[in-house]
């Protein structure tokens, strides 16, 4: 039985949230599940028909749009984007655990389960697939229909399947002319260390 949440909290009538962790002021919209054990920020909006899984963990003011799958062992820092579609995975070699020959235990998390994390800032584009045991930095943005199957630094573009790295993102989400400046805000950047960082 789900618990009593915060009274910012909004779920929509055909929303099951099971979890009691969920922020003040996060909206779950129609047919999305939250299970019981998913951790959800403040101020987060979970679209239609979005699955956030027991184990999975969400910070403040994430962006999760319709038919996203966020799986246990999934980490999304704050202020993440994450477009339709996109979808999570957490075993790199999954088999059903009903069929009897398999010898890995399910019982057993260590056997299978390899951790994700999309650090702050960072945007995922519409009907992305990440494998499992990436890391997709900070403020870095992956367009859409992308296969992520290595990590992306802090910052970089990632387009393709699989993901290959093609430039620089702005703060702002548009990618970075070759000047390393930001065509919509105007932003200058160099690099320094392999880092992008902001000219003042």
């Avoid at 088999?95 to 960072?122: C, F, M, Q």
């Amino acid at each position: 039985m789900p618990g009593v949440l915060d009274s910012s909290v909004r779920v929509h009538p055909t929303a099951l949230c099971e979890s009691q962790d969920v922020g003040e002021g996060t909206c779950v919209w129609a047919f999305a599940h939250v299970m019981e054990g998913a951790i959800i920020g403040r101020n987060c909006n979970i679209g239609d028909h979005a699955f956030i899984e027991t184990g999975a963990r969400l910070g403040d003011g994430v962006t999760v749009k319709n038919q996203v799958m966020v799986w246990e062992g999934v980490t999304v820092e704050d202020g993440v984007f994450l477009g339709p579609g996109v979808i999570f995975t957490n075993d790199r070699y999954p088999r059903s655990s009903r069929i009897a020959a398999i010898d890995v235990s399910y019982s057993h998390k260590e056997n299978w389960l390899v951790p994700t994390t999309v650090r702050h800032g960072a945007t995922i584009g519409a009907g992305t697939v990440v494998i499992c045991g990436t890391i997709i930095g900070r403020y870095a943005c992956v367009g859409a229909g992308a296969v992520v199957t290595h990590d992306v630094p802090d910052g970089r573009v990632v387009v393709g399947n699989p993901g290959r790295i093609v430039g620089w993102a702005c703060i702002c989400g548009v990618p970075l002319d070759e000047r390393l400046t930001c065509p919509r805000c105007h932003r200058c950047f160099e690099i320094a260390d392999e880092k992008l960082v902001t000219i003042e």
